[in-house]
């Protein structure tokens, strides 16, 4: 039980004795930059060699290269992202420092394993799988808003589709301060409406929390930033949303794969689906940019990204690759 997990936890009034710990695992989201610093500085100067170093965030001025430069010690660092838009998501995606040692990716995936996630590791240092997926999501998610869908709107349509949680309420789970796109974003922020921990985001959180109706203000606050961008709403359809989201996400894959980010298309749909709630059954949207057939995805994504800002859905030029050779994503994973 919890009690009995708390029981094997010790705290301590300073860092000392962490210098004899093999792992240590840094989870300072809320902290200030010269006290993150400091505390960095402190572990690299009195941890033994080989000790790995751990962040649970890349939040913050420098994010993961600031944590570096201050351990002074970069080939031990490694960022654990452990995903948190659906309750209890397995993923863990693996950064290591981009000076990190060539080994410290396969240390930091056995350290996930060990603590019974499943990780996910990016091919180049410094480049994300997860973080680059749920850009597109997003920022597919606040076009179909600006469009004159509403967040709810959204988000029943992708769980009619099959995702455990829409991206709007991903987006109050994980935080609206960690959601790294411009507009309305930007101005729920200002608001105060910051996601679910602060009781109100897109959605307003009681005693269960639970997401139940927007929050009061949501709809005006949408309605006006429309106008702020002189952009005329209109119905949406939710298989226009479904299309639109599914599709973001295929051509964010496509990106990773094609600059050897990503080892797989496989490895995506993994992400996506142990992470962030995507349909098993429907396989992640590689698998399923396969199943409704590359040329029609294309032809969806070239007619996407020629209307408004439609750069999010301009085809990889890996589908017309694979389309000439008569290939879908799979013969990739081989």
């Known amino acids: ?21 093999d792992v240590v695992i840094e989870v300072m989201q809320a902290a200030k ?21 751990a962040s649970a965030t890349t939040a913050g001025p420098g994010g993961l290269e ?23 998501a397995r993923l863990v995606e693996v950064l290591p420092s981009p000076q990190g040692a060539q080994d410290l990716g396969a240390t930091g995936a056995a350290l996930v394993q060990a603590l019974g ?4 590791v990016p091919r180049r240092a410094g480049a994300g799988i997860t973080s680059t997926l749920l850009d597109a999501l997003w920022r597919a998610a606040f076009w179909l808003v600006e469009e004159g869908a509403a967040p709810d709107d959204v988000d029943k349509a992708l769980a009619d589709y099959g995702f455990a949680a829409g991206p709007f309420q991903m987006m109050d789970r994980i935080g609206l301060n960690r959601v790294a796109v411009a507009g309305l974003a930007e101005r729920m922020r200002e608001q105060g409406w910051s996601g679910r921990a602060a009781g109100i985001g897109f959605y307003a ?18 309605a006006d930033h429309r106008a702020q961008r002189a952009i005329s709403s209109r119905d949406v359809p939710a298989n226009e949303i479904v299309d639109r989201s599914i599709g973001a996400l295929a051509n964010a894959g496509a990106r990773l794969v094609a600059g050897s980010v990503a080892a797989r298309p496989s490895d995506i749909d993994a992400a996506i689906m142990l992470g962030y709630g995507f349909p098993r059954w429907r396989g992640g949207p590689m698998e399923a940019a396969d199943l409704g057939g590359l040329l029609h995805m294309r032809n969806r994504l070239r007619d996407f990204s020629a209307g408004r800002e439609g750069k999010i859905w301009q085809p990889d030029p890996l589908f017309d690759e694979l389309i000439k050779y008569g290939r879908g994503f799979d013969s990739l994973n081989r």
Do not use: I, N, W
């Open 205 to 222: 959180y009681g005693d269960d929390d639970k997401p139940e109706t927007l929050a009061p203000g949501v709809a005006e606050l949408v």
């Open 33 to 53: 930059p010269d006290e993150l610093r400091t505390m960095y500085e402190r572990l690299g100067s009195m941890a033994r060699p080989g000790t790995v170093f």
């Open 117 to 120: 996630k499943v990780p996910v």
């Open 66 to 88: 600031a944590r570096a430069q201050a351990l002074g010690r970069p080939q031990d660092l490694v960022a654990l992202l452990f995903a948190q838009g659906v309750p209890g």
């Open 1 to 21: 039980g919890r009690d009995a997990q708390l029981a094997h936890l010790s705290a301590v009034p300073d860092p000392e004795p962490l210098a004899e710990c």
